[in-house]
């Protein structure tokens, strides 16, 4: 969606757009401003959000990864069932999410998903999917969930991160907002923010951005932003160019 008439403009202002506690967007959700900022409609996760500081997807777990199904599946189906491991899950916490098969029969599709009820761990986990499974699945089928990125995010720390957005408004824990995603913005920096150089996620302190350091091996920390305006001051909120989207 890009946005550019005045009127339109008028109805989308994230610089002051309240947070909502109900969703009134799909999660992820990318609109596009006139002047080429762009922002991403998320969840704030079990904790309270604050402006201006680098946000990640939800931590995997590796308990509702790769399990067997515990049922066939047919084709048209929408309901798969498999027993994570021993780590709980909220209710809906993959809504909007991917249920990947990722082995065996039926491997190679994914599918969104539409909801669950919340699990305890080591117990069957029934997953309701939007899209009807196209190739039917066997228990020897094994799948994967996957959150969507932007339901339940939480403060950044680390190179590595795949980063969800900056919030433009402070976020309490389980509300909705807009994360901004490119553009011009004030973000919380680290330990350095070098004029020109690019930007990557703190490892020390949550939810700020500092130089990128890799240089000489396999590239591993992810980029999002760039200092292109000005050399960035430790501690401080300065202006960058994110580049996540």
């Known amino acids: 969606m890009r946005l550019t008439s005045p009127a339109t403009l008028m109805d989308f202002d994230p610089t002051t ?9 799909n999660m992820g959700e990318l609109v596009w401003l006139s002047d080429d900022r762009a922002f991403r409609y998320a969840k704030a996760g079990a904790s309270n959000i604050s402006h201006g500081k680098l946000q990640k997807k939800p931590t995997a777990s590796a308990n509702y990864t790769n399990k067997a199904v515990n049922a066939a599946v047919a084709i048209g189906g929408k309901v798969v069932t498999f027993t994570p491991g021993a780590s709980a899950a909220t209710a809906n916490e993959y809504s909007e ?22 699990n305890a761990g080591s117990v069957e986990l029934s997953v309701n999917l939007l899209d009807p499974v196209r190739v039917a699945l066997t228990t020897s089928s094994e799948v994967t969930l996957v959150h969507n990125f932007w339901n339940g995010v939480i403060e950044a720390t680390g190179a590595t991160v ?38 990557m996620g703190d490892a020390s302190t949550a939810g700020a951005v500092t130089d990128n350091t890799d240089v000489t091996t396999v590239q591993t920390e992810i980029i999002v932003a760039r200092a292109s305006i000005a050399a960035g001051v430790s501690t401080e909120y300065n202006p960058v160019v994110l580049c996540i989207d």
Do not use: C, M
């Open 97 to 118: 999410g991917y249920l990947v098969v990722n082995d065996a029969t039926g491997e190679g599709y994914s599918y969104k998903v539409s909801g669950h009820l919340a």
């Open 162 to 199: 795949f980063a969800a957005g900056v919030p433009v408004v402070d976020v309490l824990a389980g509300d909705y907002a807009w994360l901004q995603t490119k553009g011009t913005a004030s973000v919380l920096i680290g330990a350095a923010a070098t004029a020109g150089a690019q930007l």
């Open 17 to 25: 757009t309240r947070t909502q506690a109900d969703s009134s967007h």
